[in-house]
């Protein structure tokens, strides 16, 4: 995780890993031999979960390109953070290219940069080691070729070795020690909630593989978003301020909200980007929620209790201080991007049946927009004719 750019980097990687490692908080209790069984179950179930995806979506047929499968990686909570700063680094580097350029015309900011690179280094490591304990599984679409190494530690008995790996981008990650501590805290079958949540994780990985634009399509309107940021301190302090003095009890008069931090420090562009993305990714999860539900009658038995439960849990959240940092993390948005996606999906699917609405993979101009979201009739309407 050295950093090439000899401290150009607006984050400390380096100390962003070491900070979320030292900050994680353990699994759950289990044996070496009872998580060697985990594993062994996860990777089964993923192989078994593409074959019913495929089937139940019919993508991967003559209709949509099928490309080679991306690598399946069990790990634990520090992998899991390791592989996303990796990912984070590719994403961001649009965004690092405008800082550094600012910097060669600003004398003497080298040392303050290098101060706000450690203090940001510790912000998101404290960050990635919340969301560390949240993740199930994640199909990481920016991912290099390789995933960094663990040390043999006791967190580590759920990580499997990194052996093999092609150079086809993106890469399914399943968190083991998350997986087997919602199961008991729900008290459902381990073996159907870890094929459930395969199922959903599968999903994610079908809609890339077999749609070959869609990883592009998504990493450029995301570099587009952060080439529009405003890297001017003053502006994005003046954006805080206007957003923070709409809350009531801080100064304003309770007519704004703070929002997620991204919404304080987006630009109207940035909205508009956003406002595209938001409806790509209420699509993507949507349609895994409305796979794994679709496909678990038939292969996972208890796939109704699990619904309930787990759907419960997502709305509860663990506490206040959970609930807190989920809205201002944006975790919030991402569950109604889960329901709003799964209405749409169904929509379109009564209406022209899932031939039909998998004419939304042909291009980008066939995806939804963020009012089709909500409406799915139109969309029929527009794509469909």
């Known amino acids: 995780m050295t950093s090439a750019s000899g401290g150009a980097d ?112 510790v912000e998101v490591g404290a960050v990635l080691a919340f969301l560390s304990g949240k993740v199930l599984g994640q199909y990481e679409t920016f991912a290099p070729a390789e995933l960094p190494s663990a040390p043999d530690t006791p967190e580590s008995l759920f990580a499997q070795p990194r052996r093999g ?47 070959p634009w869609l990883r592009d399509h998504i990493q450029s ?62 699509l993507l999860e949507g349609h895994a929620d409305v796979v794994m539900d679709g496909v678990g009658p038939a292969v996972v038995p208890s796939v109704a209790e699990i619904r309930e439960k787990f759907q419960k849990r997502r709305d509860r959240g663990a506490g206040r201080l959970d609930l807190a940092l989920r809205r201002l993390l944006g975790m919030d948005a991402k569950l109604r991007q889960y329901q709003d996606g799964a209405v749409f999906v169904r929509g379109v699917v009564e209406r022209v049946g899932m031939a039909g609405f998998n004419r939304v993979w042909t291009s980008p101009n066939t995806l939804p927009t963020k009012e089709e979201i909500h409406d799915p009739a139109a969309w029929v309407a527009r794509v469909i004719g």
């Open 10 to 121: 607006m984050v400390d990687w380096n100390l962003a890993v070491a900070t979320a490692t030292r900050l994680v908080r353990p699994g759950p209790e289990v044996s070496r031999e009872e998580a060697r069984t985990v594993v062994a179950e996860l990777r089964r179930h993923a192989l078994e979960a593409e074959e019913h995806v495929r089937a139940f979506t019919g993508m991967g047929s003559s209709s949509l390109m099928e490309a080679p499968a991306t690598p399946v990686l069990v790990v634990d909570r520090p992998g899991w953070v390791r592989a996303n700063v990796a990912g984070f680094r590719t994403v961001v580097q649009p965004l690092v290219d405008k800082l550094r350029a600012r910097r060669t015309e600003s004398p003497g900011s080298a040392a303050f940069a290098s101060l706000g690179e450690k203090a940001t280094g």
């Open 221 to 282: 309107e995301v570099q587009d978003f952060l080439v529009q940021t405003d890297v001017d301190p003053t502006a994005l302090m003046d954006r805080v301020r206007d957003a923070f003095g709409g809350i009531p009890g801080l100064g304003g008069r309770g007519n704004g909200s703070a929002g997620t931090l991204m919404e304080v420090v987006q630009s109207p562009a940035q909205r508009e980007i956003l406002g595209r993305l938001t409806a790509v990714m209420s």
């Open 165 to 211: 790996l092609d150079q086809q981008p993106g890469r399914l990650l399943l968190v083991a020690p998350n997986i087997v501590q919602v199961e008991r805290e729900l008290d459902v079958a381990p073996h159907d909630f870890r094929l459930w949540v395969c199922l959903h994780e599968e999903t994610h990985r079908t809609q890339f593989t077999a749609v």
